[in-house]
């Protein structure tokens, strides 16, 4: 039976790095179904969001969750690889860049340091990425080195663009909506500014209103509950498309509108 490892990178199928990474895994974890996740070039908080959804959410036990995106300029915490375990068992390896362990850093066991560099000193390396899966796929105790600090995770901007889906909905860093459900506010991402409403989530919505809601999908907390980050909405076409496609991390600024009196 194969064993599932979700890959987020900034790299994957089609490039030489992936293919090389491959090859190493296959070394070692020969049984190994590898699933890659991109994100653009040195995003940590795209790659932190995804880890989050693939390390939390459901999926089997024995999974891996493998993230390799390095923050310009590097974190100096960031010389060797972090390990942690989920709720579920799931493993998470990457090394401490930028946001990549944001997300999911107050909802592990870890992160904990491993013994295995996260570069060399001409780059990454995916012998070293390899090294570390059958490290920890063995459960071999001398590879962890020690905890990390809290202060050394970085923590997640405010109000900014996480990530981008398919269908064009921009997910934020908020953790809950900043009005109370049915108000209606302005936003402004870069230059572009548009007015919104909060819904609920499961609302039936007409086309064209954008809207914040929960995210209909998240992951389960480790005090109870479910994280569902909110998320800009545009029925019937695409939020990205209303602000102008900002990039990941662009700042989200909220303007409550006042009703006339």
């Known amino acids: 039976m194969s064993r599932l490892l979700q890959l987020v990178a900034d790299y994957g199928p089609g490039d030489l790095a992936f293919a090389e990474l491959l090859q190493c895994l296959a070394l070692v974890l020969p049984d190994a179904e590898v699933r890659a996740t991109r994100v653009p070039p040195g995003d940590t908080?795209?790659?932190?969001?995804?880890?989050?959804?693939?390390?939390?959410?459901?999926g089997p036990a024995d999974r891996l969750v493998l993230h390799d995106v390095v923050a310009r300029p590097a974190s100096p915490s960031a010389?060797?690889?972090?390990?942690?375990?989920?709720?579920?068992?799931?493993?998470?390896?990457g090394p401490n860049h930028g946001w990549s362990w944001s997300f999911v850093v107050d909802e592990v066991c870890g992160p904990c340091y491993l013994e295995v560099p996260a570069s060399t000193p001409a780059g990454r390396s995916p012998e070293l990425l390899a090294a570390?899966?059958?490290?920890?796929?063995?459960?071999?105790?001398?590879?962890?080195?020690?905890p990390v600090p809290r202060a050394e995770v970085a923590p997640l901007p405010g109000r900014a663009v996480a990530y981008v889906d398919g269908d064009g909905n921009l997910a934020t860093t908020m953790p809950q909506a900043p009005a109370a459900l049915g108000s209606r506010l302005r936003i402004r991402i870069g230059l572009v500014s548009a007015p919104a409403r909060i819904a609920a989530a499961g609302e039936r919505l007409p086309d064209g209103?954008?809207?914040?809601?929960?995210?209909?999908?998240?992951?389960?907390?480790?005090?109870?509950?479910?994280?569902?980050?909110?998320?800009?909405?545009?029925p019937g076409g695409s939020a990205a498309a209303r602000f102008d496609d900002p990039p990941i991390g662009a700042p989200i600024a909220v303007e409550t509108r006042r009703r006339r009196g």
């Open 132 to 146: 570390a899966v059958v490290r920890i796929a063995a459960r071999q105790p001398h590879a962890l080195r020690g």
């Open 79 to 93: 010389d060797l690889l972090c390990f942690a375990r989920g709720h579920d068992g799931v493993a998470v390896i």
């Open 209 to 234: 209103e954008l809207v914040l809601r929960p995210a209909s999908s998240g992951w389960p907390l480790r005090g109870g509950g479910r994280c569902r980050l909110v998320e800009l909405h545009l």
């Open 45 to 58: 908080l795209a790659a932190g969001f995804c880890v989050a959804r693939l390390a939390l959410g459901d």
